[in-house]
């Protein structure tokens, strides 16, 4: 008999497709439920047979777990997967509330709260950085004081949304001031120097499978949408440094004593090699990560929470470790917004190292500035020999890209 399972499908329906354009339902033993919103849930239901769709509106989370409850009730859902970070609480919350098995409310508040977070670190081998609630202002204070560089961030933020950098008093003053009413919902950091690096491991029944070290670009990483810059990453081929983050990585897992499912670790290498704790999610990386790491080594992370929470991961194809080239992504973004005169047409890009193309826009469309790190115009994943030619493609790519994009500014 196949398992009943519940899929929080929050966001867009591509994330549940294949780097080949297949869907991640279509080898999965199971049927059940999917929760979408109501421009998603006609996709949907095109995707697969095995799930029936129901229309939610996630802002209204009272509503959302009184149908899921109702539909506990007909179906008794045996697992509930979410492959969107908003929702990871909310899956945690309702398996409690429905008493299923897998990843309780308590524990994932650990990957929302980001100074949960790093007090689960103290006591472990990793290094994190000194951090304080801004609601603690004096702390604060003190700490811009010895590091004159510190992090203002969300303590449940994601996306990179309200982070700021404040480098002298008058600016924390001021950043105060304007948020005083709200100190409590945000931690401050000493900032890190150093660039940053994902780091994603796949983990079933306590063992880890794989894990994907790879570099963002500096000035062209999750933090840099503001500035308009592209979001690029890059799988990481020295393996020295390879080395070294699985076992950061190795580290970080046993400290939050994860026995199933996907992470996306954040951290910083310094200059002299040095690695720092950033965050840590339990679901896939965003922004075409998955695709990038699928490119690179044959499995979708996507897929694989569903089969690890479905507990089916034998559907799961064997990692591919044999790979010469390696995978990277370019994300296009603007801090411009607009009316789209003209945008490089993506039958136009014809390049057989690209494995998958996007465009979130089209003439005639408008296009916000973006508003949170992978809130792209357009997505292109692809191979190259080495690092050094991934460099020369991405670029090639950005100018070509920019190059035709026209926008009428308002």
């Known amino acids: 008999m196949s398992k009943k399972l519940l899929i929080l499908a929050r966001g867009e329906y591509e994330s549940f497709l294949k780097l080949d354009g297949s869907s991640i339902f279509e080898n999965l033993p199971c049927e059940g439920v999917i929760l979408a919103d109501r421009g998603n849930a006609k996709i949907f239901?095109?995707?697969?047979?095995?799930?029936?769709?129901?229309?939610?509106?996630?802002?209204?989370?009272?509503?959302?777990?009184?149908?899921?409850?109702?539909?506990?009730?007909?179906?008794?859902?045996?697992?509930?997967?979410?492959?969107?970070?908003?929702?990871?609480?909310l899956a945690a919350n309702l398996r409690e509330l429905l008493n299923i098995e897998g990843l309780q409310s308590a524990q994932g508040q650990l990957f929302r709260d980001k100074v949960a977070m790093k007090q689960r670190l103290q006591g472990s081998p990793v290094k994190y950085p000194q951090f304080a609630c801004?609601?603690?202002?004096?702390?604060?204070?003190?700490?811009?004081?010895?590091?004159?560089?510190?992090?203002?961030?969300?303590?449940d933020g994601f996306g990179s949304k309200e982070?700021?950098?404040?480098?002298?008093?008058?600016?924390?003053?001021?950043?105060?001031?304007?948020?005083?009413?709200?100190?409590?919902?945000?931690?401050?950091?000493?900032?890190?120097?150093?660039?940053?690096?994902?780091?994603?491991?796949?983990?079933?029944?306590?063992?880890?499978?794989?894990?994907?070290?790879?570099?963002?670009?500096?000035?062209?990483?999750?933090?840099?949408?503001?500035a308009g810059t592209p979001f690029i990453s890059v799988i990481e081929e020295d393996e020295s440094l390879k080395s070294k983050l699985v076992a950061f990585s190795d580290e970080v897992n046993k400290a939050f004593n994860i026995k199933n499912g996907v992470t996306h670790l954040e951290c910083f290498v310094s200059p002299n090699g040095e690695l720092t704790f950033c965050e840590v999610g339990l679901r896939p990386g965003g922004g075409g990560i998955v695709w990038m790491i699928e490119s690179q080594y044959g499995v979708n992370y996507s897929e694989a929470v569903l089969a690890i929470e479905a507990g089916c991961s034998e559907i799961l194809p064997a990692i591919n470790h044999a790979k010469r080239d390696i995978s990277g992504l370019i994300g296009i973004r603007s801090n411009m917004s607009g009316f789209v005169q003209s945008c490089l047409p993506l039958e136009s890009v014809t390049d057989g190292c690209i494995k998958l193309k996007q465009a979130f826009i089209q003439p005639g469309s408008f296009k916000a500035a973006s508003a949170h790190c992978t809130d792209f115009l357009s997505l292109f994943v692809f191979d190259s020999t080495n690092t050094e030619s991934f460099h020369s493609k991405w670029r090639e790519l950005q100018d070509k890209y920019q190059e035709k994009l026209i926008l009428t500014t308002v």
């Open 45 to 89: 239901a095109k995707l697969t047979d095995k799930f029936t769709v129901e229309v939610v509106r996630w802002s209204d989370e009272t509503k959302v777990l009184e149908t899921a409850q109702m539909l506990h009730q007909a179906h008794q859902f045996e697992a509930i997967a979410t492959l969107d970070e908003s929702n990871v609480g």
């Open 163 to 226: 982070v700021e950098f404040v480098s002298s008093q008058q600016e924390l003053a001021t950043w105060l001031e304007k948020n005083q009413a709200n100190l409590g919902q945000f931690e401050a950091e000493e900032f890190i120097e150093g660039q940053l690096y994902h780091v994603n491991a796949l983990i079933i029944d306590g063992e880890t499978k794989l894990t994907a070290p790879a570099a963002y670009l500096p000035g062209m990483s999750n933090i840099d949408f503001s």
């Open 134 to 155: 801004c609601s603690e202002e004096s702390l604060v204070k003190e700490m811009l004081q010895k590091f004159n560089k510190l992090v203002i961030k969300p303590k």
